[in-house]
């Protein structure tokens, strides 16, 4: 199928500029850290890397949990959309109606999610003013993405084609958008962490 081919087109390119991107940061030397250690750098650096699923953990998700709640249902609701992109094209025999309906459940949540956070940096000036059209786009691509995977799950024809259009074409230009932001997060939060940790700062 022409599109099932275009999607993992779509994929091969992707993991390309991944390897690429991935070896530039590895040149980067580290700077050595001469300071006595007082602490763990691997466990800095692993409560650092799992801050995002602890928010107790964090003073601006304990007072914000509702962020929180709207963060993680719309990273999950992402998660799934990407993974149907392989079950309907490799293995569309695991779509029973229990899978289906957990899948349209999570995609509609998604949506609700996606769009209060479209809505708030639309709407609220200090988000407006932080906010380019690179954020706006990701945000409209992802709740285009999640009405078209609930709607191809349900095995309908036109939706299913856009769906996977829609997916090959996000996966093609993630690379170049902020939406590749989590290519740099293990990086970034393994330094941050086992610098806190090496320091004593991180319990």
């Known amino acids: 199928m022409l599109i099932e081919r275009l999607h993992l087109y779509s994929l091969a390119f992707m993991a390309a500029v991944y390897v690429v991107r991935i070896v530039w940061i590895m040149r980067f030397r580290l700077v050595r850290d001469l300071a006595r250690p007082k602490g763990d750098s691997l466990r800095g650096a692993a409560l650092a890397m799992t801050t995002m699923f602890r928010p107790w953990s964090m003073e601006t ?18 998660a799934v959309m990407i993974a149907m992109s392989f079950v309907i094209s ?13 899948v349209i459940t999570s995609q509609a949540l998604a949506l609700i999610a996606g769009l209060l956070r479209l809505v708030k940096r639309v709407r ?16 409209v691509m992802a709740n285009l993405l ?33 939406i590749s932001h989590y290519i740099y ?19």
């Open 90 to 102: 490799l293995a569309p025999q695991w779509l029973t109606p229990t899978v289906i309906a957990l």
């Open 124 to 139: 609220e000036p200090r988000m407006r003013a932080i906010s380019s059209p690179d954020d706006y786009f990701a945000l």
């Open 146 to 178: 999640f009405i078209t995977c609930a709607l191809a799950t349900l095995h309908l024809p036109a939706a299913t084609e856009l769906y996977f259009i829609l997916v090959a074409v996000i996966i093609a230009i993630v690379p170049f958008t902020k």
């Open 185 to 203: 997060y293990p990086f970034a939060r393994y330094f941050y962490g086992s610098y806190l940790g090496r320091r004593g700062v991180a319990q």
């Open 61 to 78: 998700t304990r007072t914000g949990f509702i962020q929180w709640i709207e963060f993680a249902v719309f990273h999950v609701g992402i």
